[in-house]
């Protein structure tokens, strides 16, 4: 009874399965930046070593564009691929909560006024999240998350929070 609640077999995933997945994000850019929000895809990719432990690669873009004056055009977009250390949570059957950590590269390129530049370094983030998966034998859940991404470009570090929605697929056995 004192095992039931962590059981890594009982939420939709477990060892030895693999992930993919696909996310939607409302992505709020530093201030520094002076640029808002603008939109984030994101595609992932992972296997499950243990039924707790989980690595996956990360690929995110997302661009802002705003012209606060005719002719005066700002666009800052921001790719990064990272390796994320996922630590996953089996509370109850369908329901799997998770804390990340990834790091990787980033490469943000600003546009002004006709000018460009860019500038490749390290990319991280850190999030929280939970996956429902869409019955309690369902390879298919719905992810959401919160999290911030960072980079360091410019000779300056950079913290972009965001709350992302997305799918994401059980690869391999079903579990126990």
Request: charged share 20%.
């Amino acid at each position: 009874m004192v095992l039931g609640p962590v059981a890594p077999s009982l939420a939709g995933i477990g060892e030895g399965n693999g992930e993919i997945g696909a996310d939607y994000a409302i992505q709020r850019f530093d201030s520094a930046l002076d640029v808002g929000s603008g939109d984030r895809l994101s595609l992932r990719a992972g296997q499950h070593t243990t039924g707790r432990l989980q690595w996956e690669g990360q690929v995110t873009r997302v661009s802002v564009e705003e012209k606060p004056l005719p002719g005066a055009a700002r666009k800052v977009t921001l790719t990064l691929a990272v390796a994320n250390l996922v630590l996953n949570f089996h509370p109850r059957r369908g329901v799997v909560p998770y804390v990340l950590a990834g790091m990787g590269l980033a490469k943000t390129d600003l546009e002004a006024v006709g000018l460009s530049s860019g500038d490749t370094d390290t990319g991280y983030q850190i999030a929280g999240g939970s996956r429902f998966f869409f019955g309690e034998r369902s390879a298919v859940a719905l992810r959401i998350e919160l999290s911030i991404l960072g980079n360091d470009a410019f000779e300056h570090s950079y913290f972009h929070p965001s709350i992302a929605a997305g799918l994401t697929f059980r690869l391999g056995r079903e579990p126990v």
